[in-house]
């Protein structure tokens, strides 16, 4: 039996209020082992992206069958206004089917894919808005640099195809070694590990000086042009695996649109185990920073591309690169 009508049958609802949106999923099932740290690392996260965001950024967290204490967390970021969606999944359904189906259920036309245990720095949300104006065809790009990371970056290199024959620029002129350490650091990797990589060279496009190539712990994208490509059925890899390329890398190179990094680190990988001195000065950089107005609305949403090469060409074209030594 109904009563009466429901009030809010010709209400209109303003769905265009943000044009951006960053998804975290976030899996710490326990606070034992390799997750001991895990749910402080993440509320650092969650203070820095909220601390360096605008009005135009909403923020959503899918939480892959986590435990009470970090859903409750969770909870009161919605109760405290910080985050405008979350989703609780009872058990861990894998980190590319979490972003996906949150990508496919947002509004906003730029999505910024981030793990749950960066340190978002002041003008990272900046730098992404810009790196997407100054370079019209840029479709997914990473505010870390990643120098000689050219995995499922074809459509970038063949599209600059000068500039890889004849333009390559040494990484210690564009990039900090201390950028590079720490994010090596963090993944495990040395010192020797980051001076091999600071002594390479890069491919860059634009007056920026944005690296060709790209990783995926941070990155934004345009959503749109990706979900052509991407598999219609669920990934079945919990996280890492080659999942990421299945249902990010490969999809999003098949866009024809340019993968690129900046070469100043905008974001901050910190891996399972919480730095505090480093944390405690960061924040202290923070105190006072409030991200000025601009709106992702302002970029242009549909980009004329052309895709003359059909994609397989592509990838073999890079490979003969690779094995003539041209790319390295």
Request: include cysteine; glycine fraction near 4%; proline fraction near 3%.
């Given at each position: ?10 209400k209109?609802v303003d ?7 960053v ?5 710490i099932?326990?606070?034992e ?7 402080n ?7 820095s ?7 135009d ?12 204490e970090?859903?409750?967390?969770i ?13 609780f ?9 979490a ?11 730029f999505?910024?894919?981030s ?18 104006q100054?370079?019209?065809?840029a ?12 995995t ?6 063949i599209?600059?195809l ?10 210690s002129?564009?990039?900090d ?9 963090s ?5 020797s ?34 979900l052509k ?6 990934c ?6 080659g ?18 990094s900046?070469?100043?680190a905008?974001v901050?990988h910190?891996g ?12 202290e ?20 591309n052309?895709?003359?090469l059909p ?18």
């Open positions: 039996m109904r009563i009466g009508s429901n009030p809010n049958s010709h209109v769905i265009s209020t943000t044009s951006h949106r998804i975290i999923p976030v899996y099932p326990n606070a082992g390799y997750f001991k740290d895990a749910l690392v993440f509320k650092v996260c969650i203070n992206l909220v601390a360096t965001i605008n009005s950024t909403a923020i959503s967290i899918v939480s892959n069958g986590s435990s009470a970090v859903n409750e967390y909870y009161s970021l919605c109760r405290d206004g910080k985050v405008d969606r979350a989703v999944n009872n058990e861990n359904v894998g980190k590319m089917n972003v996906i189906a949150e990508t496919r259920a947002s509004f906003e036309e999505v910024t894919y793990d749950a245990d960066v340190f978002f720095d002041k003008g990272w949300l900046k730098q992404t808005f810009a790196m997407f100054n370079v019209s065809k479709g997914f790009v990473s505010m870390n640099p990643t120098p000689g990371n050219y499922h970056a074809d459509s970038t290199l599209k600059n000068f500039a890889v024959l004849f333009e390559r620029k040494k990484t002129t564009i990039c070694f201390s950028d590079l350490e720490h994010f090596h650091k993944t495990g990797q040395n010192s590990f980051t001076e091999k990589k600071f002594q390479s060279y890069v491919f860059c496009v634009s007056e920026e000086n944005y690296i060709i190539g790209a990783g995926h712990f941070c990155c934004s994208i345009r959503k749109t042009p990706i490509y991407v598999p219609k059925e669920k079945n890899i919990a996280v890492s695996g999942s990421e390329s299945i249902y990010l890398d490969i999809p999003f190179d098949k866009t024809g649109l340019f993968r690129l900046s070469p100043k905008y901050w910190m399972n185990v919480l730095e505090k001195d480093w944390v405690i000065k960061k924040n950089e923070l105190e006072g920073f409030t991200e000025e107005s601009f709106s992702f609305h302002n970029l242009k949403k549909d980009v004329f052309i895709n003359l994609y397989s060409v592509k990838i073999f074209l890079v490979k003969v690169l690779k094995k003539l030594k041209i790319i390295i």
